[in-house]
């Protein structure tokens, strides 16, 4: 019976408070939502610990685009997780008898993102063969960018399970739809975005958190040679019509130019936006011309793009604001003059799991050079940045919130020194006396999904709907995320 009347109680507080959060509202209503660190949203008050972003860890090369329809300019990537089976798209380049470059859309799979084959699909024929990896071609425009996404909106067609964007300039963006992510059709035969240049990689998503598709595009804070590459949102009810495009703001942080912005919801806490940005430098160079052909940059092409590009971290919770919480670099270029050539070290849009404790952030390298590939970099799960303290005791309090749940789990690491404690206040601060510090199981350790307990196991049932804080009490620790479930 007291089971029962539990999952009434969980149903009807999941029904009360399951809306957006507010983000000026003093209370914040998160629900049973995994909050991570990436911005402020839930930081009230830090004594000796502070906000840091982790860096992710070179894995080495995963694929290399050397077939002869893919070549040194091939790029855009998209990696989506498909139940077991991790898809990839990305631009090839083709040169037909005429002398023309064709774009083409080319595909590879993996069983566990890290070896990857390119599966000869026998859709198109390219340079008298169908035996290749191309899943779209023949359209320059769409095939330049080609964007794809796995559809996630309760209800959708078997049809229409994943779809895509493409496009540039005066020709807008068309919207494509397949069934298995290798088999394409165009949704309209007219373009479903035509209000900007889209002159990059155009991202869209199904946001469960405002129930609509996002679409993050390039646009340009001035259309004469002083303008600033940025990006621009646009959303939807129905993937084909879209309001008028709002430039995304970013506080009061300096301006940079956002070659790629690769936004997508965070698959573990899909209400927070993840943005691994490529971040472009202009006129700017650290190699010489000399060094630059010893790695057979086309001399031209070096000439043209004096540009250095790194990766940068930001975030959203929706709306047309990003929070840009650390400016410093993300993944820097690294060592070798491959990767300080203009346009190396672009980021694949979305972020996949590749083990229980391990997801898996994709860059390409050596642009414009015959060793071009994709390589891969690892990150601790929920890992992009953490609370921290060191050796000296710290203490981080949240903002007042709700939430839905019956236990607390949390994402951390301690050395074996180090140590968390864990209690629940009341809005004004004060000690819930069956959730106290004092009766805090202590927590030692290195775990992804830790739960908290108390003395006597109290439950925190109790506490649902009520305004609450969380105080943590570190010690030489990394607190990454946290979840009442």
């Known amino acids: 019976m007291r089971k029962i009347v539990t999952l009434i109680l969980l149903v009807f507080i999941e029904v009360a408070f399951a809306q957006e959060p507010n983000l000026h509202a003093k209370v914040a209503a998160i629900g049973s939502n995994r909050e991570l660190f990436v911005d402020s949203f839930l930081i ?33 990537v998209s990696i989506l997780k498909d139940s077991a089976t991790f898809k990839m798209y990305y631009r090839g380049n083709t ?24 599966p000869n699909l026998g859709i198109y024929q390219v340079r008298g063969t169908i035996n290749n990896n191309i899943v779209l071609y023949d359209n320059e425009s769409v ?35 397949s069934p298995d992510g290798i088999h394409w059709k165009k949704m309209d035969k007219h373009p479903i975005l035509i209000d900007d240049r889209y002159d990059s990689q155009n991202v869209v998503f199904w946001s469960e958190s405002e129930q609509m598709y996002l679409c993050y595009y390039r646009s340009w804070t001035r259309s004469d040679s002083l303008g600033i590459r940025t990006i621009s949102r646009t959303t939807s ?31 573990r806490a899909p209400q927070i936006y993840i ?26 092409y070096f000439k043209s793009s004096p540009e250095l590009s790194d990766v940068v971290l930001l975030s959203s919770r929706g709306g047309n604001r990003y929070n840009r919480t650390f400016m410093n670099s993300f993944i820097r270029p690294g060592t070798g003059y491959n990767n300080w050539v203009s346009r190396t070290n672009y980021p694949a849009l979305h972020i996949v799991e590749t083990s229980s404790t391990e997801m898996s952030i994709y860059l390409e390298r050596d ?55 864990v ?47 969380l105080h943590f009490l570190m010690k030489d620790a990394d607190l990454y995320s946290f979840k009442f479930e």
């Open 44 to 76: 009230d008050k830090m004594i000796n610990t502070q906000l840091v972003m982790h860096t992710p860890v070179d894995r080495g090369a995963v694929l290399f685009f050397d077939k002869p329809w893919e070549g040194p300019s091939s790029g855009y």
């Open 95 to 118: 040169a037909l008898d005429d002398d023309r470059v064709y774009n083409a859309t080319c595909y590879a799979e993996s069983k566990d993102g890290i070896n990857w084959i390119k």
């Open 143 to 177: 095939e330049h960018n080609f964007s794809p996404f796995l559809d996630m909106r309760k209800g959708v067609p078997r049809s229409e399970r994943f779809k895509g964007v493409g496009g540039m300039d005066i020709f807008g963006l068309f919207a494509y739809a």
């Open 237 to 267: 009810p129905d993937f084909i019509h879209w309001s008028k495009g709002i430039t995304m703001e970013f506080g009061n942080t300096p301006m940079e130019h956002l070659y790629t912005n690769q936004t997508d919801a965070y698959y």
């Open 275 to 300: 943005s691994t940005a490529a971040r472009l430098i202009p006129k700017r160079v650290a190699i010489t011309a000399e060094q630059a052909r010893a790695i057979n940059v086309d001399s031209g």
């Open 367 to 421: 642009y414009v050079q015959p060793t071009l590939h994709l390589s891969r970099y690892s990150l601790r799960i929920d890992g992009f940045t953490s609370v921290q303290a060191g050796y000296t005791a710290g203490e981080l309090t949240t903002r007042p919130f709700t939430f839905i749940g019956s236990q607390l789990s949390i994402n951390y690491s301690t050395s074996a020194a180090g140590s968390i404690l």
């Open 423 to 469: 209690e629940l206040l009341d809005e004004e601060g004060n000690s819930f006396k069956s959730f106290s510090k004092s009766g805090c199981i202590e927590i030692i350790g290195d775990e992804i999904n830790r739960k908290v307990t108390w003395k006597n196991n109290p439950d925190l049932l109790l506490l649902n709907g009520k305004t609450v804080r």
